[in-house]
């Protein structure tokens, strides 16, 4: 069973930062391509970034709203998926979810696994 | 690419039909997919690439539409099937909609 297990998530003050963690089981993680998707509170879901496997590159790539002030990353030895938050601000409030693309070509660029999602509030 | 779900809340009866929309701001060809997501629960995928439903989603969801305009169709709706939905294209990066929330009362 694919379970996604978010944690690392509280309060935090404008300007300061916050890494969220991922721990992945049931699938091979080395071969997927991860993300990040949030919601802020009364809002919809916002893709936040990815990373691409190792055997893609590893890259990863960010919107516009957190462009050089987060960072993904992973460690395939811990099945574990980062989410580095830096400068944060209080738009940057809501639950963060980990989430799988789709393992499968034919619907490659969606996510079919998702995490429970990890609170982060961005206050003073 | 902006996608736009309309309207924010639709209420039913058990058993009901139920069409949800989804209008994107430039073509998304049939680059779009559904998700449910339920109030405590991780967001599910439903549909894909506009059409296709995803592994496990019964047939009474269905999905239809191309270029702009996109529809969801719960045949016969359930209890269970009280969520927010989501739209989500992959034509141009990757955007969801606004959702709409069901309710079945």
């Known amino acids: 069973e694919v379970q996604l297990v978010e944690s690392g998530g509280g309060l935090v003050k404008p300007g300061g930062s916050l890494r969220l963690s991922c721990e992945a089981s049931?699938?091979?993680?080395?071969?997927?391509?991860m993300s990040w998707v949030r919601q802020a509170p009364g809002k919809g879901l916002e893709w936040v970034g990815r990373i691409k496997s190792k055997t893609d590159g590893g890259t990863s790539d960010f919107a516009a709203p957190v462009k050089g002030r987060f960072t993904i990353s992973r460690d395939d030895s811990k099945n574990s998926l980062y989410l580095q938050m830096n400068s944060l601000k209080t738009e940057d409030t809501g639950v963060y979810y980990c989430?799988?693309?789709?393992?499968?070509?034919?619907?490659?660029?969606?996510?079919?696994?998702w995490g429970q999602g990890s609170l982060v509030t961005v206050s003073s | 690419i902006v996608l736009t779900q309309s309207p924010a809340t639709l209420s039913f009866s058990p058993g009901e039909r139920a069409t949800l929309s989804c209008r994107a701001s430039q073509s998304v060809t049939t680059k779009l997919a559904w998700y449910q997501h339920r109030p405590g629960q991780a967001p599910r995928l439903l549909i894909y690439?506009?059409?296709n439903r995803a592994t496990g989603i019964p047939a009474r969801f269905s999905g239809s539409g191309s270029g702009t305009d996109f529809t969801l169709t719960i045949s016969s709706l359930e209890p269970e099937d009280s969520a927010v939905y989501y739209c989500q294209q992959r034509a141009d990066w990757l955007t969801f909609g606004g959702g709409t929330k069901v309710e079945i009362k």
């Open positions: 989430t799988r693309y789709c393992s499968s070509a034919s619907c490659f660029h969606y996510f079919d696994y």
């Open positions: 690439d506009v059409s």
């Open positions: 049931g699938f091979t993680f080395n071969n997927a391509w």
